[in-house]
């Protein structure tokens, strides 16, 4: 029988249903079988705030959705889609799920560190400019605003050389951003 503990141990669960989402074959050492008595569906099992009844039914329209799904304390990289016999016709769904829980935790991790790393930098007293390898502008904070002139909007996307620098400064800034890379 398919369970949340059982999906929840595996790296990888990989599956196919019939137009109604019983399971066709095993979900990637689930250990649920067609011929299993109990083995429920799929979408019974993982689907923990609805979502995914409206993917299936896509899946079941022709449609390959993605996208991540929670089940307890996991995070699933999920795609779904038809599955069709040799004529074209869909015949149920075939998915894969890859727990990518701990690239989430890490994405989480970094957001809340960039969102910190903003804050500071906005609230600082002084400009805090930075551009990437082609001079163009990434931060902007309100200390630059100040005294620049230049919004964040305005500035951001822009070189430093077609805001800040000026233009008797061009060509050195340019040879110095050169070296500096």
Same mark, same amino acid.
């Given at each position: 029988?398919?369970?949340?503990?059982? %999906?929840?141990?595996?790296?990888?669960?990989?599956?196919?249903? #019939?137009?109604?989402?019983?399971?066709?074959?095993?979900?990637?050492?689930?250990?649920?079988?067609?011929?299993?008595?109990?083995?429920?569906?799929?979408? &019974?099992?993982?689907?923990?705030?609805?979502?995914?009844?409206?993917?299936?039914?896509?899946?079941? &329209?022709?449609?390959?959705?993605?996208?991540?799904?929670?089940? &307890?304390? @996991?995070?699933?990289?999920?795609?779904?889609?038809?599955?069709? #016999?040799?004529?074209?016709?869909?015949?149920?769904?075939?998915? %894969?799920?890859?727990?990518?829980?701990?690239?989430?935790?890490?994405?989480?991790?970094?957001?809340?560190?960039?969102?910190?790393?903003?804050?500071?930098?906005?609230?600082?007293?002084?400009?805090?400019?930075?551009?990437?390898?082609?001079?163009?502008?990434?931060?902007? @904070?309100?200390?630059?605003?100040?005294?620049?002139?230049?919004?964040?909007?305005?500035?951001?996307?822009?070189?430093?050389?077609?805001?800040? %620098?000026?233009?008797?400064?061009?060509?050195?800034?340019?040879?110095?951003?050169?070296?500096? %890379?």
């Amino acid at each position: 029988e398919v369970s949340r503990e059982a %999906i929840s141990r595996l790296p990888l669960v990989a599956w196919e249903t #019939d137009l109604d989402g019983g399971l066709l074959e095993s979900a990637s050492g689930g250990g649920a079988h067609s011929g299993d008595s109990g083995a429920g569906s799929l979408v &019974d099992v993982l689907d923990s705030d609805g979502r995914l009844r409206e993917v299936v039914k896509g899946a079941l &329209d022709g449609t390959t959705i993605a996208f991540e799904q929670r089940v &307890d304390a @996991n995070v699933y990289r999920v795609s779904i889609g038809p599955r069709r #016999d040799d004529d074209g016709r869909v015949i149920g769904t075939s998915g %894969i799920a890859i727990d990518v829980t701990a690239e989430r935790a890490a994405i989480d991790a970094a957001d809340a560190r960039d969102q910190q790393i903003r804050l500071l930098v906005d609230t600082a007293l002084d400009a805090v400019i930075t551009c990437d390898p082609e001079s163009r502008i990434v931060v902007w @904070n309100t200390g630059a605003e100040r005294l620049f002139g230049w919004s964040r909007a305005e500035a951001v996307g822009k070189r430093l050389t077609e805001t800040i %620098i000026p233009a008797e400064f061009s060509e050195a800034h340019e040879r110095g951003m050169a070296r500096f %890379i």
